[in-house]
């Protein structure tokens, strides 16, 4: 599962090895953090496609899904990243929201090309 927050993006999936926790991966440093709080730990794997990883219980990772659906209060999914992640210096706020841009652009031209006969 894909979750893009506010917070940053994260890549969810089942450990292969424990089904009653997730492995939380994300690419850039500090997105599982933010939603997850400092204390968790995170493995940094250079070379990996996911370079950021954390192992958790499934019922922490549904509660903070779940917090961040409570407490959206934003239109525009985009500007809300840039403006909430003042701690993040300005080129990467920039670099973040035009990837989510590109991803956006990505799905706009899916859909498109699934409704042309």
């Not at 969810?12 to 089904?19: G, K, L, S």
């Not at 990883?53 to 934003?74: C, G, K, M, N, Q």
Request: net charge negative; aromatic share 12%.
């Amino acid at each position: 599962m894909w979750i893009f927050t506010n917070k940053g993006f994260l890549s969810i999936v089942e450990d292969r090895d424990d089904p009653e926790r997730l492995l939380v991966r994300a690419r850039y440093e500090g997105d599982i953090e933010r939603h997850f709080g400092g204390e968790v730990e995170v493995l940094e794997l250079e070379g990996a496609d996911y370079r950021f990883r954390a192992f958790l219980p499934r019922e922490e990772v549904r509660t903070v899904i779940d917090r961040e659906l409570s407490s959206l209060d934003y239109g525009n999914f985009k500007n809300s990243f840039d403006c909430d992640n003042v701690s993040l210096s300005k080129e990467v706020r920039e670099e973040r929201h035009d990837a989510l841009f590109r991803v956006w652009s990505a799905m706009v031209e899916s859909q498109e090309a699934v409704r042309r006969p």
